[in-house]
């Protein structure tokens, strides 16, 4: 990522421009067809304001945000022109034509979700395999990157081997995420802390020998032998040196115009309609709970890897109810 100077210490925002969505998939946190809308001259206001805080990294999303394709558009030219340097679009590719695909190359990357694999296509997505190929070879074809992520969960681990070559097969990049329980329902299916493990060794393995894979989450340097050397290094350094982004460099808007830490802690931190985004940014009471980890109770908080990992605290907000407690899925309790 391009780093500019002077930044506020907010890197990445993420606005969900529209909350309408094509697909209706069983894990995702926007909860189904909405139709909730961001105003335009609010989307443009915002992204006005983060680049007044030097922004690295804006990421448009939805809902599925081609479903308003041409103020997307704008909104991503728009970015451009004032200088952010790294603008991202994350869709589910099946409205994806030669003409958006075109331009599309307005975007450093487009970022499209993984379900299982034509031969085994999952549960939590209609099968849509045919147009998720179509719109990579659209994009292909533009030389725009694609990143496929990955949700991990009790239904697909065993297929990670498969999903990983086929998205190397498509010639794009393949990243992870864990499954976060936003409806209770979906709590059957987050991983163990057995399970995280023993994925996220192999994932670490295969990433060794291909720089295509990616795996960045807070656990990693668990089952990483060269980033546990450089924990160790640091290990007396004060303040946050890694984990979880939320809150800390990074913020997401809802179509409403709350701002959230992330999409899975929904706990609006304020409103960009009524406060400005630095305010909001600086002065927001959940974020600076986030940013002072000497606060967080249970395990996390007595953990001695706590300024480099923190857990996840969404994870911590479905199981305890509050945003600062543990992270019951630490595969540091795997031995």
Request: aromatic share 8%; with cysteine.
């Amino acid at each position: 990522m391009k780093y500019r100077e002077n930044n506020s210490g907010l890197q990445i925002l993420e606005i969900e421009v529209t909350r309408r969505c094509n697909l209706n998939c069983k894990h995702c946190y926007v909860g189904g067809n909405q139709n909730d809308k961001l105003e335009k001259n609010i989307v443009k206001d915002v992204i006005n304001q983060a680049n007044d805080m030097k922004i690295n990294r804006l990421v448009i999303t939805g809902g599925e945000p081609l479903i308003i394709a041409d103020d997307v558009f704008e909104y991503a030219n728009y970015a451009k022109k004032l200088g952010i340097p790294d603008i991202a679009l994350l869709t589910n590719g099946t409205l994806v034509d030669t003409e958006i695909a075109k331009k599309c190359k307005v975007f450093s990357g487009i970022q499209m979700s993984l379900e299982g694999t034509p031969k085994n296509k999952g549960e939590l997505r209609i099968d849509y395999f045919e147009k998720l190929e179509q719109a990579i070879n659209l994009f292909h074809q533009e030389e725009i990157p694609i990143t496929l992520y990955i949700t991990l969960h009790k239904n697909n681990i065993s297929i990670v081997p498969n999903m990983i070559e086929y998205a190397l097969a498509q010639k794009c990049k393949v990243a992870f995420n864990c499954l976060i329980p936003t409806d209770s329902k979906l709590k059957q299916l987050v991983l163990s802390p057995y399970e995280l493990k023993k994925v996220f060794t192999y994932i670490v393995d295969k990433a060794r020998l291909n720089e295509n894979i990616r795996l960045s989450h807070h656990f990693r340097f668990l089952v990483d032998n060269d980033r546990m050397k450089d924990v160790i290094e640091h290990k007396n350094d004060e303040g946050i040196q890694g984990g979880c982004l939320a809150g800390i460099a990074a913020g997401y808007i809802t179509s409403k115009g709350d701002f959230y830490a992330c999409p899975f802690i929904q706990i609006s931190c304020g409103n960009i309609k009524k406060q400005k985004l630095s305010d909001l940014w600086e002065n927001s009471d959940i974020l600076n709970l986030l940013r002072n980890r000497k606060k967080f109770e249970g395990k996390c908080g007595k953990c001695p890897f706590m300024n480099f990992c923190g857990g996840c605290r969404a994870m911590s907000l479905y199981t305890y109810g509050q945003i600062n407690n543990s992270d019951d899925n630490c595969i540091l309790r795997v031995q």
